[in-house]
C-alpha cells in the first residue's frame, strides 16, 4: 500500500529560526501534495496545496511567505516554518495523493518552539 | 477552509458497547472518508465512501455515505480498548478535501 514518510517527528527550535520538515511518498508518485496543522485536541487545517513543480495553493489566512512550502518531485514535499515564534508550535501534518492512490497521510510532526 | 460537523464531540463508553457517530456539511460532497488519529500520529484511513446511500464495512466499522451527500454516519460494535482515538470523517471532491472536527472516543475496560 501507499506509505508517505514524514521527517522529522519532533523537532524543538529557538524563536526565530527556520525549520524544514519533510514529506516523502515512498512507493508512490504524488501528483499533490497537503500540509495541515493541527492545535492540540482540534482538527486538521489545511494549510496549502502543492502540485509538482507549480506553486503552492495556501488557504486563507496562511501566510505564504513564513510557511514555505516546496513540491520540486513528485516525490517530495518540504514546508519551511521560517522565523519561528512560539504560536507556530503544533503538530504538522501532510498528506500525498497520487493517480492510483487516494489520500495518504504522514505521520506528523510535532515543532515546539521555544 | 471548510470544515465538517462532527457529532458527538466526546464519547466515553464501557468496553462492549456499540458506537455511534456522524458527520454534517451544508455542501455536498462526492466522496465520504472515515480516519482515526492515534496520539502524535497522522490519521489512518478506515472506510472510504463513493456513493450516495452506499453502506460499507470494515470488520466491526460500518460507514454509511447519506442520500443528501452532505452527511455520513460511522458505527463501531462491540468496543474494545484499542478503538480509544479520534475519528475524523471527510468530505472530498477532487482535490478539496476537508475534515470534521473530531470525535475522541474513550473506551473503559
Known amino acids: 500500500g501507499a506509505v508517505v514518510s514524514q521527517h522529522p517527528s519532533w523537532v524543538i527550535c529557538k524563536s526565530g529560526t527556520s525549520v524544514k520538515i519533510e514529506c516523502r511518498s515512498l512507493?508512490?508518485?504524488?501528483?499533490?501534495m497537503f500540509w495541515y496543522r493541527q492545535f492540540p485536541k482540534q482538527s486538521l487545517m489545511l494549510m496549502a496545496t502543492s502540485n509538482e513543480g507549480s506553486k503552492a495553493t495556501y488557504e486563507q489566512g496562511v501566510e505564504k511567505d513564513k510557511f514555505l512550502i516546496n513540491h520540486a518531485s513528485l516525490t517530495l514535499s518540504t514546508l519551511t516554518v521560517t522565523s519561528a515564534h512560539p504560536e507556530d508550535s503544533s503538530f504538522y501534518i501532510c498528506s500525498a495523493k497520487g493517480i492510483y492512490y487516494g489520500y495518504t497521510f504522514g505521520s506528523g510532526t510535532r515543532l515546539t518552539v521555544v | 477552509g471548510q470544515q465538517l460537523n462532527q457529532s458527538p464531540q466526546s464519547m466515553f463508553i464501557q468496553e462492549g458497547e456499540d458506537v455511534s457517530m456522524n458527520c454534517t456539511s451544508s455542501s455536498i460532497f462526492n466522496t465520504w472518508l472515515w480516519y482515526k488519529q492515534d496520539p502524535g500520529e497522522g490519521p489512518v484511513l478506515l472506510i472510504a465512501?463513493?456513493?450516495?446511500?452506499e453502506l460499507t464495512s470494515n470488520g466491526r466499522l460500518t460507514a454509511q455515505f447519506g442520500i443528501t451527500r452532505k452527511d455520513s454516519f460511522l458505527n463501531i460494535s462491540a468496543s474494545i480498548p484499542s478503538d480509544v482515538g479520534i475519528y475524523f470523517c471527510?468530505?472530498?471532491?477532487?482535490?478539496?478535501?476537508?475534515f470534521g472536527t473530531g470525535t475522541s472516543l474513550t473506551v473503559i475496560p
Open positions: 471527510a468530505g472530498q471532491n477532487g482535490n478539496q478535501f476537508y
Open positions: 465512501l463513493y456513493k450516495a446511500g
Open positions: 512507493d508512490f508518485q504524488a501528483t499533490t
